[in-house]
Each structure stands twice: as C-alpha cells, then as structure tokens.
C-alpha cells in the first residue's frame, strides 16, 4: 500500500524556521519527482516545489525562493520541507505528494498525498 | 491571482449534471488534474489527462478540454460529490505547477 505519513501539528514564533516531515511507505523516493502543497486555513491550494528522485534537483516556486528548502533522506525514506523566516501568513497545512507524469509531458498529477501537517505561527 | 480561474461555487441538482469549469491559456498547451477535496482531508485524485479516472473513482467523473478551458462532469451528481474541487496544470512558464482557487460544489 502506498501511503505518505506525515509529522505532527507544529506551533512556531514569528521569524522562527519549521522542518515538516514526509515519510514514505510502498513507493521508493529515489524513482519519483516530490512535491510539497500547502494551504491556508479557509483558502486554496498552492504550489511550493519539488525534489528529484536523484535528490539532486530542487525547483520552487518564485514567491518561496530563498526561504524553502526541500531535502530528503533515503535511509528512512523521508522527505523534509523546510521553510524559514516565518510569518503569520505562513500558517497553512502543508502537504507532500508524488508526481506523475506522462510521457509526452503533456500533464502533471499527484497521488497519493499526505495527511497534512498543520503549521501555526503566532506569536 | 492565479494563471487558472475557477468559479468560487456552483450548486447541482442531485441527480442532474454539472460542469466544473477551469480557465487559463497555459492550458492550451497542458492538459489538467482535477482533485476533490472534503473538510479537513487532503486533496484526492479524481480525473487528470485525456479524462483519465483513478482506480476507484465513479465513471460520473469526466474531463474534457477546449481551447483554454478544461472541464470536470459530473454526470449524476451525489450528495457525497459535494466538497471543493481543484484543477491543477503547468503553468505558461513550464517551471512551475499551480492551481486554480477551488470551486465548492453544493448538491442540493
């Protein structure tokens, strides 16, 4: 069963960095593109970024460059999301999920996804 | 404001059809996913590419696609149908994957 299990609820002060944590079961992290989505409370979804299979491979989206920072650990299958320089507006849940594509590129999917995290950040 | 627009809400008969509409000119290039998503759940695949269905989701879920429009139909909706509904697609750019603002569906 392919399944992603995420950490707990995180409760953080202003200016203060959180590391959310994705591990996954049923799927080898070192064949798939890894995304992380975060939504605020009430509000839509939102694209962060991605990590390679290799790793190797980091892309974000332009409004979290230089704050976010995606990372992984093969020896326990776990995916990490990391975003510094916190902000009220930065709580959200946050989730990862796998990518799919197909061959002509021509569409992207995730599936499965986590549970989701919660971050709160309140001074 | 995002590259992919949908309608804040939109309300069905239940048993009646109803298309969910998502609107951007990168998807004249892409085709898109389209994800449910329930209160306090995490999004769940329902329809992506040339209306391809996920093992376990009901044939009521279509998508199609039209110039720089892509649809989910839902043929026959069901009251466990209501929730938001999210398209998702690269955007014009080619770097970056984004969403459109959701559409809650209510079924009456």
């Known amino acids: 069963q392919v399944q992603l299990v995420q950490s707990a609820a995180e409760v953080k002060k202003p200016g203060a960095s959180v590391k959310v944590s994705c591990k996954a079961s049923?799927?080898?992290?070192?064949?798939?593109?890894m995304h992380w989505v975060r939504q605020a409370p009430g509000q839509g979804l939102e694209w962060m970024g991605v990590?390679?299979?290799?790793?190797?491979?980091?892309s974000y989206a332009q409004r979290f460059q230089g704050r976010v920072t995606l990372t992984r650990d093969t020896s326990t299958s776990t995916l990490y999301m990391e975003l510094s320089s916190l902000r009220s507006e930065d709580t959200a849940v946050y989730f990862c999920?796998?990518?799919?594509?197909?061959?002509?590129?021509?569409?992207?999917?995730?599936?499965?996804w986590g549970q989701g995290t919660p971050v709160i950040v309140s001074s | 404001s995002s590259e992919l627009t949908q309608d804040p809400t939109v309300s069905v008969a239940m048993g009646q059809t109803v298309r969910i509409a998502c609107q951007g000119d990168c998807l004249r290039n892409y085709y898109a996913a389209w994800y449910q998503q329930k209160p306090g759940q995490a999004p769940l695949l329902v329809n992506y590419g040339k209306d391809i269905r996920p093992s376990g989701i009901p044939d009521r879920f279509s998508g199609s696609r039209s110039g720089n429009t892509a649809s989910l139909t839902i043929t026959g909706a069901q009251a466990e149908d209501e929730g938001d509904y999210y398209c998702?697609?690269?955007?014009?750019?080619?770097?970056?994957?984004?969403f459109g603002g959701g559409t809650k569906l209510t079924v009456l």
């Open positions: 990590i390679s299979p290799t790793g190797e491979i980091t």
């Open positions: 998702m697609s690269r955007d014009s750019s080619g770097n970056e994957l984004v």
């Open positions: 999920a796998r990518d799919h594509s197909d061959a002509d590129q021509s569409v992207w999917w995730f599936d499965p």
């Open positions: 049923g799927l080898s992290i070192t064949r798939h593109y």
